[in-house]
């Protein structure tokens, strides 16, 4: 099983930006589909972003345009660059596989 670890998280200011890194401790080459899903207080988990193989991306309708998920095979590691964060972003934020999840990383975003 691969493991993953979440990264980048923290406090900032509305309008502002944040880069998640999900670090996995194996190959990523193998693994097709990875993504990022968010979980904030009181509220179910819901997914943000997805990336394939092939990186082919797919986004919630309440970031696109201003997250951008990515892939490096080479260092192993899925990003999530997100701008323009608004205060409803703040949640702490998943990486999976689909069948593996990270521990999460906390963003909060205030007004």
């Known amino acids: 099983q691969v493991q993953l670890a979440e990264s980048g998280g923290g406090l900032v200011q509305a309008g502002g930006s944040l880069r998640l890194s999900c670090a996995a401790s194996r190959s990523t080459l193998s693994i097709n589909g990875m993504g990022w899903y968010r979980q904030a207080p009181g509220k179910p988990r819901e997914w943000v972003a997805s990336?394939?193989?092939?990186?082919?991306?797919a986004y919630a309708d309440s970031v696109k345009g201003r997250f951008t998920i990515s892939r490096d095979n080479a260092k192993n590691e899925v990003s999530l660059q997100m701008d323009n964060l608004k205060p409803e972003d703040t949640a702490v934020y998943y990486c999976?596989?689909?069948?593996?999840w990270g521990q999460g990383t906390q963003v909060t975003v205030s007004s």
């Open positions: 990336i394939t193989g092939g990186s082919i991306t």
């Open positions: 999976t596989t689909g069948f593996q």
